[in-house]
């Protein structure tokens, strides 16, 4: 178990359908899912996807910590291990956060999504989980899932002109009150 290299855009296997895990691989994962969180930790990272570190399987996990010095204004969350999710959109009216990415390093882009979904998946047990998530969360789950579906926040950014290095981002929008926080 150990901390792995995050494959960043342009490798092809982020741009692939991950395979579902089959019961018994989900309850034979602890090494994959102790991989994504030493990864993620040492990423300081809120979430990440098992294609993300070149494994081509749906899972994913996603952790917002009490602190993080990356996200210092975000809300605790628990913890997630999810495994073969479905998503359902409950409100599709959309909100907006300035999103980054460990496969997208260096970059920010302003993505909007639904507001509200429920996420249908399995947990490290292979046990059927179905949470109802709004707000900054729901961004962060529909951000990973995606990786699970061959999809970067890139691909999202309806405006390009909201796509921008971090150094400009910090000195040219971070201020803007009309955008919510980075994700």
Same mark, same amino acid.
């Given at each position: #178990?150990?901390? %792995?290299?995050?494959?960043? #855009?342009?490798?092809? $296997? @982020? %741009?692939?359908?991950?395979?579902? &895990?089959?019961?018994? *691989?989900?309850?034979?994962?602890?090494? @994959?899912? +102790?991989? &994504? !969180?030493?990864? #993620?930790?040492?990423?300081?990272?809120?979430?990440? =996807? =098992?294609? +993300?570190?070149?494994?081509?399987? +749906?899972? =994913?996990?996603?952790?917002?910590?009490?602190?993080?010095?990356?996200?210092?204004?975000?809300? *605790?969350?628990?913890? !997630?291990?999810? !495994?073969?999710?479905? #998503?359902?959109?409950?409100?599709?009216?959309?909100?907006?956060?300035?999103?980054?990415? &460990?496969?997208?390093?260096? $970059?920010?882009?302003?993505?909007? %999504?639904?507001?509200?979904?429920?996420?249908?998946?399995?947990?490290?047990?292979?046990?059927?989980?179905?949470?109802?998530?709004?707000?900054?969360?729901?961004?962060?789950? +529909?951000?990973?899932?995606?990786?699970? !579906?061959?999809?970067?926040?890139?691909?999202?950014?309806?405006?390009?002109?909201? &796509?921008s290095f971090i150094e400009e981002f910090i000195q040219f929008h971070s201020e803007d009150e009309q955008l919510e926080e980075d994700v």
């Amino acid at each position: #178990m150990a901390r %792995r290299n995050v494959i960043r #855009m342009g490798h092809p $296997l @982020l %741009r692939e359908l991950a395979k579902p &895990l089959s019961k018994e *691989e989900i309850l034979n994962s602890q090494e @994959l899912i +102790q991989d &994504l !969180f030493d990864t #993620m930790a040492e990423e300081k990272g809120i979430g990440i =996807a =098992a294609p +993300q570190i070149g494994v081509s399987l +749906q899972a =994913a996990i996603i952790e917002l910590p009490k602190e993080n010095p990356r996200y210092p204004d975000i809300e *605790e969350s628990d913890t !997630f291990i999810i !495994f073969n999710p479905k #998503m359902t959109v409950l409100d599709s009216t959309t909100q907006g956060y300035w999103e980054g990415c &460990l496969s997208v390093p260096g $970059l920010r882009g302003f993505v909007e %999504r639904p507001r509200k979904v429920c996420i249908d998946y399995l947990d490290q047990e292979a046990n059927s989980q179905r949470i109802e998530l709004e707000g900054f969360l729901a961004t962060v789950f +529909q951000h990973e899932l995606d990786h699970l !579906f061959g999809v970067l926040y890139v691909d999202r950014i309806s405006d390009k002109t909201k &796509l921008s290095f971090i150094e400009e981002f910090i000195q040219f929008h971070s201020e803007d009150e009309q955008l919510e926080e980075d994700v």
